[in-house]
């Protein structure tokens, strides 16, 4: 091992429970970032941005999402 190696970290945890996965769309860029939404409050965390259907297979299995992904504009 290096001196200067990364270590794996594992994606932080968003309960299904209190959390749901979505994709907030900007309608005048057709940009999209794949965020978590709380249940409760409405607050977004963003995870990453999603460039193509590529990176949105990672975010799914990262995060282990089945189904269809919400947009929000």
Known sequence: ???F???KES???FPAEKYEPVLRCSIC???QVACMRERE???LREIMLIR???DLERFRKLYGVTGEI???Y
């Open 29 to 31: 860029t057709g940009e």
């Open 11 to 13: 994606p932080p945890a």
């Open 1 to 3: 091992m290096g001196w």
């Open 41 to 43: 409050g409405g607050k």
């Open 70 to 72: 919400r947009k929000i």
């Open 5 to 7: 190696s990364r270590k």
């Open 52 to 54: 193509d259907e590529e």
